[in-house]
């Protein structure tokens, strides 16, 4: 794709080694000389050696250093990168210039992206600290959902950019978001990140974008990336792994169960955690199926168990799939005991109403089915945050009808997620899963032969079904919901999460 040049670029010499510098942005201050990888500040026409970059860990992105597209009619160029490293794992930002010259942002968020632009704001912002996640505020006289507030640390950098923080040095990222309306001609919900890594504090405000909406070109070859790879060995017992998707920030080793951190990347000494007692998933991981008319693949699983804070003794479990798209991103194939439901994260904010009963999301209202605490057990696959067993979240379910809407809250991130019932049937038919259609159904399926006359065969059959029940009654009472999908009491129905999982938040 051809793009047209910055009305005015600068190039002088790297002050460490004296290869080429260039600023293409009259706003950018800082670059990273991609030859001896210094840092070097432009102050006017000159240029000053601050010191030496950290290298970047490969997270086999498809987008580079100069690839170009197009947001809203205008053209872009990719000219500089950021890692940043937070608790739960890592991120990228790559800073774009326009074809006058302004910054942009396009950032990773929940396994798709952000576009995002510099704003000013109307008066001072208040400290970091003073945004409590969840709560409601105001920015520009818009009013937003604190989603996150993290602190953070840049890793590394590449290229140009407006901005650089201090390297390892700890600062506070809070994310924002608007609740937006789905109606065309409507504004569309947008995510506001206050980075508090300058002062002042850093804003911009971005919306979500699929890559093939931004028409990029110049993307980095996929054939490079296969030949390149990211294979080791499992650091507990030695197995060859091989990362299969760019985003991975965790994964399983399929030999011994252990959980391993690749947030750092494969060069660094990886960490791994013991994973007793395996689960088997029902949909084997590598499983490819269309569902809402794009092709999924299955690459990451997980087993949650939920607990009522006022009953603790009392557990449910369910399951999640991790569903993987090269073009659309990430969505979840939730397998609960009351059935089958296919969901997202939001990019905006649900509105929660005052007395937390019920939500509001893009012209729709949900009743609050129930609350519980969520906390992950067993996992396998890769995952685009950093995943681990013992991850623990506070939940709530909303229900409009077949929709559902999951709102999962840690300490320091508070994530919604969106969807609907999907039936067991079109589970089973779109993973090529007929002949286990029995151990896909779950509480969706009709009530079969209820139309027809009762005869003796058919209470025959009936009692021999209470009989059944009654023994399921007996085994799940003993059974380890830690294990399998059962609830631990028979007087309560095992809801589950519609979607909500362990990492949340924005830029991840």
């Known amino acids: 794709m051809a793009t047209q040049s910055p009305q005015r670029s600068y190039r002088a010499p790297c002050p460490g080694c004296g290869a080429p510098v260039e600023f293409r942005s009259a706003q950018s201050t800082h670059a990273v000389c991609a030859y001896c990888q210094s840092t070097v500040l432009r102050s006017g026409e000159t240029l000053s050696r601050l010191g030496k970059m950290a290298e970047l860990f490969d997270e086999h992105s498809p987008l580079q250093l100069q690839a170009s597209g197009q947001w809203k009619g205008k053209a872009f160029t990719l000219v500089g ?22 910054s942009a942002y396009l950032s990773e968020d929940n396994g798709a992206y952000v576009f995002g632009m510099p704003v000013p704001t109307q008066r001072e912002l208040p400290a970091a600290e003073q945004f409590r996640v969840g709560a409601s505020t105001a920015i520009n006289g818009k009013p ?55 002062q002042p504090p850093a804003v911009s405000i971005g919306q979500s974008v699929l890559l093939d909406d931004l028409k990029l070109s110049g993307l980095r070859d996929p054939s490079v990336k296969n030949e390149i790879g990211r294979q080791f060995n499992c650091p507990n017992c030695g197995a060859q792994l091989t990362v299969q998707l760019a985003s991975s920030q965790s994964m399983t080793c399929a030999s011994c169960n252990s959980i391993i951190d690749l947030s750092q990347g494969i060069g660094s000494e990886l960490k791994h955690a013991i994973q007793d007692e395996p689960v088997v998933p029902l949909i084997p991981l590598g499983s490819q199926g269309p569902m809402q008319g794009v092709l999924w693949q299955v690459v990451g699983f997980q087993h949650r168990m939920g607990s009522d804070p006022s009953e603790p003794d009392e557990q449910f479990g369910w399951e999640e799939y991790l569903l993987y798209n090269a073009t659309r991103g990430f969505i979840f194939l939730v397998d609960s005991s009351e059935g089958w439901s296919v969901v997202q994260p939001c990019t905006g904010a649900p509105v929660l109403s005052d007395n937390g009963q019920s939500a509001s999301y893009l012209g729709s209202r949900y009743q609050l089915k129930e609350s519980y605490a ?113 609830s631990a009491s028979s007087a309560r129905s095992s809801g589950g999460s519609f979607g909500g999982f362990s990492s949340g938040g924005g830029h991840k």
Request: hydrophobic share 40%.
């Open 144 to 198: 937003y959902s604190v989603a996150s507030n993290n602190q953070v640390a840049l890793l590394s950098a590449q290229g140009e950019l407006p901005r650089l923080p201090a390297l390892g040095q700890a600062f506070a990222m809070v994310e924002l978001r608007s609740q937006g309306n789905g109606a065309i001609g409507r504004a569309a919900a947008e995510v506001l990140s206050i980075d508090y890594g300058s």
């Open 374 to 486: 969520a906390e992950t057990n067993y996992v396998a696959g890769e995952f685009y945050w950093q995943v681990g067993r013992g991850q623990k979240t506070s939940n709530r379910d909303f229900v409009s009808g077949k929709s559902l809407l999951n709102m999962e809250q840690s300490a320091n991130e508070v994530t919604w997620s969106v969807g609907g019932q999907i039936d067991s049937d079109a589970v089973a038919k779109a993973f090529k899963l007929e002949d286990k259609k029995d151990l896909l159904r779950r509480s969706d399926a009709g009530p079969g032969s209820a139309a027809k006359a009762v005869g003796v065969g058919t209470v025959i059959v009936l009692v021999l079904l209470l009989l059944l029940f009654l023994l399921l009654l007996s085994r799940c009472s003993s059974c380890d919901p830690n294990l399998e999908n059962c």
């Open 81 to 102: 990168r950021l890692q940043y490293k937070y608790a739960e794992g890592t991120w990228t930002e790559w800073h774009a210039v326009l074809e006058d010259g302004a």
